[in-house]
């Protein structure tokens, strides 16, 4: 006999898919609970029992229930393929920090042994060594490891500095000794050893630099900062290179038949050659362009046999270029149809001892100042033919002229030029233009550029 209160047969299954449709409702919403931001979790606290009553009240057909399910069954797979998707992204980029950790104390490691070459007795194993650090160097460039890479530069560059004696001057030298003095009775020697083939090394290291400063090298150096603060080059040929870094030869040394910066532009902030020493036969810096805030090659000097030479240079620095208390000795300094550009401009106390000084159709343009002053010219003839005077101002003002002859005739531009005897000073005897300074009707008269 059938109670009145017995439910109907096809309804019971209605019922239980709702509830195991309210559980999957509670359950994801549980999961959205999980996932958004805290403060969301009041508005879905109240939800939640919302939904639950909204569904528990639904007629709900098997039909109904298995679309529902399955609707659940994707986002359960969705959300299993997320999960395995941030475990497999996770797990690959451990891996790959793994690699890199690997491959960085490998490449250090690496670093460690090449330079460990430079300090063994025998030449071709500092020249592997050279050439290894080079390598290095390279593969820390394709990892963008730029201040390792910058590292790898400063130890061959220190390795130039490193005290030599050139093979001419004392072939078998193998050790010198340096004493400092504290007090008259405290001293302290440190004694260098000479590599024996050290010359080979220091060109090694020299031309693998010069060929990385190269515009067009796969592996370009021109960025980096090269601090050669008293090295020792030997025939040393820069020519074509490009310094964008710091560039600083204070007090280098530079030997053999021919040193070369020919057709280099140097873009430091501040290129320096203070008190550098040319020594060798030729030096020439032609067709080089100067840019940056300063140039300077103050107290440097210059003894090359043949020739030192500038000519067709472009001096654009910002600031200053400047050869104050430089020396020029040999046959021939020249200047011709170097360009000067910067604000200021200055030969102060420059001395020129060359058999011949040119500054033939050399262009002054610094806008404040071109100062000659005190300079020495000693030279058997210093010509300025066609040279062009545009600065803002010229001084020559106590310049010696002790050589046979000194000209400024036809220059193309005369602007602004003084020397000691064009304005007398006031209670002082008059100065004289000497002899050898032509022209003699003076000042010059300015040639037509036609």
Not at 407 to 419: E, G
Not at 430 to 438: F, G, I
Not at 444 to 449: G, L, R, T, W, Y
């Amino acid at each position: 006999m059938s109670s009145k209160n017995a439910i109907p047969a096809a309804a019971r299954p209605g019922k239980s898919i709702r509830r195991l449709t309210a559980i999957l409702v509670g359950l994801l919403l549980l999961i959205c609970v999980i996932a958004v931001a805290p403060k969301e979790w009041a508005a879905l606290v109240v939800a939640v029992p919302a939904a639950w009553s909204w569904y528990l009240r639904q007629n709900i057909t098997p039909g109904h229930g298995t679309v529902i399910g399955g609707f659940f069954v994707v986002a359960a797979a969705a959300i299993a393929y997320t999960g395995t998707h941030l475990t497999r992204t996770s797990n690959a980029r451990h891996a790959d920090r793994s690699h890199n950790r690997a491959d960085l104390q490998e490449l250090r490691r690496r670093f460690v042994t090449a330079t460990a070459q430079f300090a063994n007795p025998s030449p071709e194993v500092r020249l592997a060594g050279v050439y290894a650090l080079e390598a290095l160097t390279e593969d820390w460039i394709d990892r963008e490891r730029y201040t390792d890479a910058q590292t790898c530069i400063n130890y061959l560059c220190g390795y130039l500095v490193r005290p030599y004696t050139p093979p001419a001057h004392s072939p078998n030298l193998r050790s010198s000794t340096t004493r400092t003095h504290h007090t008259k009775y405290n001293y302290t020697d440190e004694t260098h050893e000479h590599p024996r083939d050290d010359l080979n090394v220091r060109r090694a290291i020299t031309r693998t630099i010069a060929a990385h400063l190269q515009p067009d090298h796969h592996h370009n150096w021109s960025n980096y900062d090269y601090d050669l603060t008293g090295a020792y080059f030997h025939n040393a040929d820069f020519a074509g290179s490009d310094f964008n870094g710091t560039t600083d030869f204070s007090n280098a040394h530079f030997y053999g038949e021919k040193t070369s910066f020919k057709g280099v532009t140097f873009r430091s902030v501040h290129t320096k050659f203070d008190k550098a020493n040319f020594a060798c036969e030729e030096t020439t810096f032609g067709r080089a362009v100067f840019v940056g805030d300063e140039t300077s090659f103050v107290a440097t000097t210059f003894r090359c046999s043949i020739q030192a030479s500038f000519s067709g240079a472009h001096f654009r620095s910002t600031s200053l270029t400047t050869f104050s208390e430089a020396q020029f000795h040999g046959v021939q300094t020249s200047f011709n149809q170097a360009h000067f550009y910067s604000p200021e401009t200055s030969f102060w106390a420059t001395q020129f001892r060359s058999l011949y000084t040119k500054f033939d159709e050399a262009n002054f343009h610094s806008k404040l100042l071109t100062n000659f002053a005190v300079a020495g010219f000693h030279s058997k003839l210093a010509s300025f033919y066609f040279a062009g005077f545009h600065a803002g101002q010229t001084v020559f003002n106590r310049t010696v002229f002790t050589g046979e002859k000194t000209s400024f005739v036809r220059p193309r531009a005369w602007k602004n030029v003084c020397f000691d005897w064009d304005f007398p000073i006031q209670y002082e005897e008059p100065a004289a233009q000497p002899a050898y300074v032509t022209p003699k009707d003076w000042p010059p008269a300015v040639e037509s550029k036609d």
